[in-house]
């Protein structure tokens, strides 16, 4: 759970906090120093870095020759960057890296927005939020890089009451099933498959 100073201080403020939260919570990492790596849409196994020196040198080693994300919000580095040496190491910075990854998220959600032809509907509003997520974590939205593209401007509407803000109060509300509840369920799902005719038995 990102801590609430953080996202008032640091986030882009054109996200509600509850849209931030649930951002970070579907592409994200609770550590800072986290650092993922792809190439050829393959996950690369990498040592776990120990210290933001050792995160900016896995970066600068491999970014353009895989997809290197890193941080709070797996913000993948070397966006907008022409060179390794550009890139600095407010990367793996909590607050930096959440106001970077955020800023680049609103413009995805206002990409996928007026793809939707600019809806006004809140209960569209989960849809567009999974379709950005989407496009964060493969870098493309109808064959198009969300990371490289312009940003379309305007509000990122539709979050006043959302429906995805009522899922993050609801998910709040209720941490989910309890282990009895889960089990009785997954008894009643067994109950249907007939098993008695099993080695001629009737």
């Known amino acids: 759970m990102l801590d609430a100073a953080l996202i008032k201080e640091c ?18 990492s609770p550590d800072p120093l986290a ?3 792809k190439s050829g849409g393959r996950l690369i196994l990498i ?20 997809v290197v994300r890193v941080g709070l919000t ?13 890139l600095k190491p407010d990367l793996v910075e909590p607050c930096a890296n959440l106001r970077m990854g955020t800023a680049m998220f609103a413009k995805i ?4 927005i007026k793809w939707y032809g600019n809806p ?18 493969t870098g493309e939205f109808e064959g198009n890089s969300v990371f490289q593209a312009e940003d379309p401007g305007g509000a990122v509407a539709m979050q006043s009451g959302s429906a995805v803000e009522r899922d993050v109060q609801k998910m709040a509300d209720q941490p989910g ?3 009895a509840s889960s089990q009785s369920t997954l008894q009643d799902a067994g109950i ?3 098993l008695s005719r099993i080695g001629g038995q009737r």
């Open 11 to 28: 986030a882009d403020p054109s996200l509600k906090p509850a849209i931030v939260e649930q951002f970070v919570d579907a592409v994200g």
């Open 74 to 86: 797996q913000f993948p580095a070397g966006v907008g960057a022409k060179d390794a040496s550009e």
């Open 192 to 194: 249907r498959i007939d």
């Open 47 to 66: 040592p776990k870095a120990k210290t933001a020196d050792e995160v900016m040198e896995i970066i600068r080693q491999n970014v353009g020759h895989a």
């Open 177 to 179: 099933e309890s282990a």
């Open 109 to 112: 959600l206002r990409i996928v």
């Open 120 to 137: 006004k509907s809140e209960e569209v509003f989960p849809q567009i939020f999974d379709d950005a997520v989407y496009a964060w974590k």
């Open 35 to 37: 650092v993922s790596m």
